[in-house]
């Protein structure tokens, strides 16, 4: 009797442990946010993922009444950053606005890449997509797709073209476009697409692949220009500038960024950081903030957790094929 008696005794104990812990994870689900939240970028402040990030965590940071501050942990294609947020409570305090380099393309380039972004992030919400451009000092000889193509099958190797670095997507898009037209360039990756843009514009570099809203101010300046943008379509803001497809039809690229959590974040959280980011997304000054850099903010990845885990999924699959069509070697 006695024994049954205390295994009763220890059995309501434990529940009573549980429950004071179920309790204290639903009052805190209730009470979120009650401080600041950070938002990680894992590339250098001027860039789109960068760019994209502090528009939404400003709205965000009014709608949830908690500041949302956001930090850049440059290298690896965003995979330190990545592992940093891997590694933080599931609680719904550290965010990374993450672009497809991170979620779909530098973890199957790096042969020591830690993150799996299937089973390392609980996802929250697509956040739009920026087309690439190819763009040159003015100085650059060749004015159209064509002709860089022309120049590049003269002399193999001597186009010398810059990107926000190894394993990101405007470096596997240019890949891709040197695999499409058959020819060799020769790359420099950066630690972030401003300082490349930078040394394009003081001629350092005669060309680049980036993303169109973090050159925009320059092709509107007239201090580097457009040869062609990647997106299936002609963008609305520079209308002016073909699309590379008109010239290798069928190809198109783009940088997407989407708002992901570490994985285990309550699933009240995750929902109450969908809302906030969707309300901040629909706003009218998100909306204009983001056409004037040729960014849509909306798009495949839908509006749902569910609907970004999918389209991540998808996108894996097609940019491992990228990968392996165009023979890009893995990297350390």
């Not at 402040?45 to 400003?58: H, M, P």
């Not at 199957?108 to 390392?120: F, G, I, N």
């Not at 299936?232 to 497809?245: D, F, K, N, Y």
Request: contains cysteine; charged residues 15%; hydrophobic residues 45%.
């Amino acid at each position: 009797m006695a024994t049954r008696s205390m295994r009763g005794a220890f059995a309501l104990a434990l529940a009573l442990v549980f429950g004071c812990f179920a309790g204290f994870a639903r009052a805190q689900s209730t009470s979120f946010p009650d401080h600041s939240i950070r938002m990680i970028v894992g590339f250098a402040a001027g860039g789109s993922t960068d760019v994209a990030a502090r528009i939404v965590a400003q709205k965000m940071s009014e709608i949830l009444g908690q500041l949302v501050l956001v930090e850049n942990r440059t290298g690896a294609s965003g995979l330190i950053a990545a592992e940093d947020v891997v590694k933080s409570p599931p609680d719904g305090y550290t965010l990374m606005m993450a672009s497809q380099t991170v979620l779909a393309v530098a973890p199957r380039l790096y042969r020591k890449a830690a993150v799996d972004p299937v089973k390392d992030f609980a996802p929250v919400v697509y956040c739009g997509a920026s087309p690439l451009v190819l763009v040159v000092n003015p100085s650059f000889p060749a004015h159209t797709t064509a002709e860089v193509i022309a120049m590049a099958k003269a002399d193999p190797g001597k186009i010398i073209f810059g990107t926000g670095g190894a394993g990101t997507t405007p470096h596997i898009a240019s890949e891709m476009f040197q695999y499409a037209a058959g020819i060799k360039m020769t790359h420099v990756p950066y630690h972030g697409e401003a300082g490349a843009i930078n040394d394009l514009v003081a001629g350092q570099i005669p060309a680049m692949f980036a993303n169109l809203s973090a050159t925009m101010g320059q092709i509107k300046g007239g201090t580097i220009r457009a040869i062609a943008v990647t997106s299936s379509q002609r963008s609305s803001l520079v209308p002016e500038v073909p699309t590379i497809a008109e010239t290798l039809p069928g190809f198109t690229a783009e940088t997407w960024f989407g708002l992901v959590a570490p994985a285990g974040t309550p699933r009240d959280v995750i929902a109450k950081l969908n809302a906030a980011a969707l309300k901040a997304l629909a706003s009218d000054d998100t909306k204009k903030r983001y056409a004037d850099l040729g960014m849509t903010n909306s798009g495949a990845g839908g509006t749902t957790p569910e609907q970004l885990d999918a389209y991540m999924k998808s996108e894996i699959a097609k940019w491992a094929k990228v990968i392996a069509d165009a023979n890009i070697q893995p990297m350390d």
